[in-house]
């Protein structure tokens, strides 16, 4: 079963930057599907942030786009997000998975912008 294992999520404030990361633990699945930067807000819903997919074409949600930079280095397994200009509403649990996503998820890294 894949793993996702995500990290650098930390208290910023507005304005600030972070750098998320997500270690894939299948380079099979990591090599061949379009891979998504998720986030969950309490209280709301999961949404789909970043999408990236094997070929390298990027997409966002509207409220970050700009703001926001998916990437992947495949020798590593690994997809980040450059997040900048964090704003009080980006503050959520961040999560990594395919596109569409797959049954597993990881841990989530915790994003919280605050003053």
């Known amino acids: 079963q894949v793993q996702f294992v995500e990290s650098g999520g930390g208290l910023v404030q507005p304005g600030g930057s972070l750098r998320l990361s997500c270690v894939v633990s299948d380079e099979n699945i990591f090599s061949i599907n379009t891979m998504g930067w998720y986030r969950q807000a309490p209280g709301k819903q999961r949404e789909l942030v970043a999408i990236?997919?094997?070929?390298?074409?990027?997409n966002y949600l509207a409220s970050v786009k700009d703001r926001f930079t998916i990437s992947k280095v495949n020798a590593k397994n690994t997809v980040y997000l450059q997040m900048n200009s964090l704003k009080p509403e980006d503050t959520a649990v961040y999560y990594c998975n395919t596109r569409p996503e797959g049954p597993s998820w990881g841990q989530g890294t915790q994003v919280t912008v605050s003053s």
């Open positions: 990236i997919t094997s070929g390298g074409w990027t």
